[in-house]
């Protein structure tokens, strides 16, 4: 099983004080060890209050020295006690480690010993919410989990059974011994596939009357469910992988907002069927886009959150912009992806992001939910995790190829423009569509373009400074730069125009010019003036 750090539930971050639980005159060994005997009931209230960490330190005993009178557990604090009054050595739950990966690992190294009943047992001093999390961790070695589950001990449990029910997607059935807080939380959990339908935009508006064709839910009714499915969606969440997210700082001058970055490694041999073509010139074509735009732009696992798109996963899909067209495309072909995405609470339907809020208890939309998802460290690592796996990666790469390829993508490059420009210029220009502005309509003619004047072109759509919109931005500057495998600063070189400071009379002259900084302070940029041509660098394949 794969293990990986998560971040503790709040169940056991944010524990309550319990309230007080009744119990009888506790018994006192001879070595002076006080048995308590706490029934059932009793212990589940105080988990509910407190989290996992209210049985933390416990010892079970199954003796009936020390079985309650009502036919309860028998617990007792840091005792070490062998003495005559216990007829055999306590058995030790495993204690919640504090989180559910930890703690499935922790049992599953218990079948090595073969100890099913303890690992039961264990299971079954959780609170509810960790007894499922951690079956869904435990299940990721399906051996182990099928040793766990059909083990005797686990189930004659019916709390264990409505845990089990819920990690493999049946409705858990109310039982006597499964109590009502428990099983509004069990229902919650159940149903977070479903949340569009309860919270989200399909939601039946509260000022509407009932349904006269359906039966009232009084689970529903109950005021402990809705907290308890926001918190199941930010417990899916918890349980994504954790990546090391670097931090990018605002930068106004540049418009960045600020967020985070990640590049994940790459996989040998990615690459979406679709670039295979008949004619020998269209098919080097997509495999020069695919390693320009699908991989030159970042890995599958590659996500940004720092400037205006909010959000880009994979090789720079915005979230504002073709990601949608990726979206509907993975929806279309019923990829496994959505429902992973889904169960995190995110979803694109009808042109729109929706995205739960557990922090507020709210659903956002539109750029409010790119808002939330842009910080949400655990949504972000579902992505991601969506990415690391093969045959979703495969799901992306062909929904993304799809994308690039319809209307207005950057792979949608006329048969003209295959047949007459040379390669690099034909990447230069996807990369310049991609980035947004122009499409290929607007290029669409059999002589090739100077690469300065499709600069000149593309910068009128891309960050500039305010100050004076003939410069642009650093970032837009080295965005330019990197285009191409460097075709601009080839060109550039060629033409001997090293970079330097802008020109004594910038200011009253050089109208419709263009300056890429290299840097800030001081201002030293590449100057490419209105009227200028490039020397025609030869492409690749001429």
Known sequence: MKARSERPPAEDSTARAAAPVRRRAAPETPSGTVVRAVDPRSLQRLQGRAGNAAVSGLVTRRTAATAGPDGGLAVQRDTNSTSGVVSQAPVRHVEWTGDPVSMANALRDLLLSGDVERIALSLGMLWVRGMVDTLRMLKLDAGAYAAVTSAAPFTANARLMAALDVVEGRSPQPTADVPADQAVELRAMHDVPDWPRIIGPQARPAVLLPDPDRTPDPVLSDPRYYAALYDAIRRNRALAGQYLLRAVKARPADRVPGGFVYVGPSHKGDRPAGLDAPDPRRKAVNEALWRELGVGEGTQASVNTWDSAKFSFGPGFAATGLLRRVMDNLARSGSDVLPVLRNAGLIYENNQWYVVDPDTRSVASGAAALDVLSKDVGLIGTFLDTAGDPASRRQWMEAEWQAMRSAGGAAAVPDQVVRNWPVDLVVFVAHCV???????????????????????????????????????????????????GGLLPNALRLRGRDPGPLPADWSSAFAGAVALPVSDKPLVAHVIEATEESSGPKGADQ
């Open 434 to 484: 991609h980035w947004g502005g122009t499409t290929w309509k607007d290029w669409d003619s059999a002589a090739p373009p100077d690469l300065f004047h499709v600069v000149r072109r593309q910068a009128a759509h891309v960050p500039r400074r305010t100050d004076d919109p003939r410069i642009l931005t650093a970032l837009s500057a080295r965005t330019f730069l990197g285009f191409s």
